[in-house]
């Protein structure tokens, strides 16, 4: 539906086009008028107009009024943008501070901890009457079952004291993780989270990325928890 800014443009023998932005800040396709052709087009109206039939000052004003309100938003998304963008971003330092911390991510690798054991969460994607976490060696042969019973959606925490299922010690790892969660024998989404240690962080890429044994590299937006 035309606007009467496009009507003005009309009765000028202007059609107003969208072209490719000619700038590197952008890759959209953007109007080719700015405030400046708005001002020369009002202008050149008024200097054209029809003396017998001038255009209407209620008309010019509102065109007017359109224009500055479409700019300002213009300019105001820019800005909400370069703050979001900002407050998105992490510093150096903020990246720094993860070394030598344990961090809660999706993962099927853990180590064990100086006291034994690990300990562990499952993301369910919906209500389970029955969870199960398998912990296996690095050879993939199971070392402990454990029933954690029926969850709603949501996470499950648990924690195994690094015993086997004889009571021997299973030593330090590094162990394999692995879940099963049903809802009356039907399969139920479910991720496993294991605790990792942080060795490196990196920022290249600009948001900081996490480099965790036995599971990789992984971004902080990816971190549930900090310990």
């Not at 009024?65 to 963008?85: C, H, P, R, V, Y």
């Not at 021997?168 to 990792?196: E, R, T, Y």
């Not at 890429?205 to 928890?225: D, F, H, N, W």
Request: hydrophobic content about 40%.
């Amino acid at each position: 539906m035309a606007t009467s800014f496009d009507s003005t443009l009309n009765s000028l023998g202007i059609k107003r086009t969208t072209t490719s932005a000619a700038t590197t800040t952008t890759t959209s396709n953007s109007s080719s008028l700015n405030q400046n052709d708005f001002l020369k087009l009002m202008t050149a109206q008024m200097q054209n107009q029809d003396p017998f039939n001038p255009v209407d000052n209620t008309q010019m004003v509102a065109q007017m009024a359109q224009f500055s309100s479409l700019a300002g938003i213009s300019e105001m998304n820019t800005t909400m943008k370069a703050i979001s963008d900002k407050l998105g971003a992490t510093s150096a330092s903020d990246a720094m501070a993860y070394v030598g911390k344990t961090v809660l991510t999706e993962g099927s690798t853990a180590y064990g901890r100086n006291t034994g054991g690990i300990a562990g969460s499952v993301e369910l994607g919906d209500a389970a009457t029955s969870v199960n976490v398998t912990i296996s060696d690095a050879n993939g042969v199971a070392i402990k079952t454990m029933q954690l019973g029926a969850h709603a959606k949501g996470t499950v925490g648990y924690d195994w004291d690094g015993k086997d299922s004889t009571g021997a010690d299973a030593g330090a790892g590094p162990f394999k993780v692995s879940i099963d969660a049903q809802n009356g024998g039907a399969s139920v989404a479910a991720a496993s989270l294991v605790w990792a240690p942080v060795q490196s962080v990196s920022t290249t890429t600009g948001s900081a990325i996490l480099t965790l044994p036995g599971i990789g590299e992984v971004p902080v937006s990816a971190v549930r928890q900090i310990g």
